[in-house]
């Protein structure tokens, strides 16, 4: 099976699931932030989760939807969300890596990493933590998009991309273990 036809699901998923928010103040500053992330208004989705995770700093959901802006933001400014360079011969699997600054790889890996380190610190609280496995696999399903779209690091986004669907997996298993809802 070709790479990707196993990551570009990551892309798109990554951004359209609003996720588990533990409460209903968390999902209120969140919310309006996926707005602006739909409509590729990426600074002002930045600005807003900046100070979602600056009031709430253990909000997973904010931490990933600020990697995942912070990624597309530079997808964007580099060409790379057009669709045209996902088809057939295109772009993205050409063998020239898009260039990135030190500085934006530095920000997306440490909102990336502080969102990674906050899951296993609840994961190793409650190995049962659904939002925590979520938001986990989240994480890395964004790495994935970064080194395949970005870096074409293919193996490496190979890497990411089966530790997402580990983490993801084992939510379905624990739906069918425990008989927990997914929402």
């Known amino acids: ?51 979602c995770v600056d009031a709430q700093p253990s909000n997973l959901r904010a931490w990933n939807y600020l ?3 912070t990624l597309y933001d530079e997808m964007l400014e580099r060409g790379v969300l057009e669709s045209g360079v996902y088809g057939e011969g295109g772009d993205v699997f050409k063998a020239s890596k898009v260039a990135v600054t030190p500085s934006f790889q530095q920000e997306l890996f440490s909102i990336l990493d ?4 906050l899951a296993e610190e609840r994961l190793k609280s409650d190995p049962n933590d659904k939002d925590a ?12 998009t970064y080194h395949f779209a970005l870096r074409k ?5 190979l890497h990411e991309a089966t530790a997402a669907y580990d983490y993801h997996t084992g ?3 624990l739906r069918e273990k425990l008989g927990v809802t997914l929402d």
């Open 1 to 51: 099976m070709k790479l990707h036809l196993i990551l570009l699901p990551l892309l798109a998923a990554s951004i359209s699931f609003e996720g588990h928010a533990e409460t209903d103040h968390e999902q209120d500053r969140v919310t309006p932030a996926i707005e602006h992330l739909r409509n590729l208004e990426y600074d002002a989705a930045k600005q807003q989760l900046r100070g």
């Open 67 to 69: 990697a995942i802006a």
């Open 114 to 117: 502080k969102a990674q380190q």
């Open 133 to 144: 496995m979520y938001w986990a696999g989240v994480g890395h399903g964004t790495r994935a």
């Open 153 to 157: 690091e293919y193996l490496a986004a």
């Open 171 to 173: 939510l379905l298993i």
